[in-house]
């Protein structure tokens, strides 16, 4: 992961973290079946990063500039009830999510790809980008995954939030703590 100067402290104040979808929580391909139907592949780990952010306390949106069922039935399944869809200008979504909340810039991350994504990128206290975004993106961006989008990126940026925060060992140790009792005879 690349992380700028400034990134760790910034991470301390994050209580919201704003997704883009397509070549963020989705590998940026846009696959259509024979009858028109479009599909879009979401990697689970990003997902269960998402879930840790919830349980947390973090809180999480999508602001896209598409607009997709696939989108609406993921946020859905994740819990994601903040989502914005066929944001072109994604600033109106922004503060719009930023009012209702009552968040200031600097307690907000955006993870982002593309061009589209820089007005917002610009305006948060901690811009990130996944690993294989635009120059530009990355070039803004505090952190950058060493993932591509829709392959774990998502996941990655979240756990050095979670870890920047402390909140990461606890999280570990709920895994742990559901896992049955090892039977020391097997071990041999």
Same mark, same amino acid.
């Given at each position: 992961?690349?992380?700028?100067?400034?990134?760790?402290?910034?991470?301390?104040r994050?209580?919201?973290?704003?997704?883009?979808?397509?070549?963020? &929580?989705?590998?940026?391909g846009?696959?259509?079946?024979?009858?028109?139907?479009?599909?879009?592949?979401?990697?689970?780990?990003?997902?269960?990063?998402i879930?840790l952010a919830?349980?947390?306390?973090?809180?999480?949106?999508i602001?896209?500039?598409?607009?997709?069922?696939?989108?609406?039935?993921?946020?859905?399944?994740?819990?994601?009830?903040?989502?914005?869809?066929?944001?072109?200008?994604?600033?109106?979504?922004?503060?719009?999510?930023?009012?209702?909340?009552?968040?200031?810039?600097?307690?907000?991350?955006?993870?982002?790809?593309?061009?589209?994504?820089l007005?917002?990128?610009?305006?948060?206290? &901690?811009?990130?980008?996944?690993?294989?975004?635009?120059?530009?993106?990355?070039?803004?961006?505090?952190?950058?995954?060493?993932?591509?989008?829709?392959?774990?990126?998502?996941?990655?940026?979240?756990?050095?939030?979670?870890?920047?925060?402390?909140?990461?060992?606890?999280?570990?140790?709920?895994?742990?703590?559901?896992?049955?009792?090892?039977?020391e005879?097997?071990?041999?």
């Amino acid at each position: 992961m690349d992380q700028k100067c400034g990134a760790l402290e910034r991470a301390e104040r994050i209580k919201l973290i704003i997704f883009d979808v397509d070549g963020v &929580l989705t590998d940026g391909g846009i696959y259509i079946g024979v009858e028109g139907e479009l599909y879009k592949p979401f990697f689970c780990r990003d997902g269960l990063g998402i879930t840790l952010a919830h349980k947390a306390g973090i809180k999480t949106a999508i602001i896209t500039g598409r607009t997709s069922k696939q989108v609406a039935f993921r946020a859905g399944e994740l819990h994601i009830s903040e989502v914005f869809q066929g944001k072109l200008d994604k600033r109106t979504a922004y503060q719009e999510l930023k009012e209702k909340l009552g968040l200031r810039d600097e307690e907000i991350g955006y993870i982002g790809d593309d061009l589209i994504d820089l007005p917002i990128l610009l305006q948060v206290g &901690l811009p990130m980008a996944v690993g294989d975004a635009v120059a530009e993106v990355r070039q803004e961006a505090l952190l950058t995954s060493s993932y591509p989008g829709g392959r774990g990126a998502v996941r990655e940026l979240i756990e050095f939030i979670l870890k920047a925060q402390g909140k990461w060992q606890a999280l570990i140790e709920d895994f742990y703590a559901a896992a049955p009792v090892k039977n020391e005879g097997l071990a041999q």
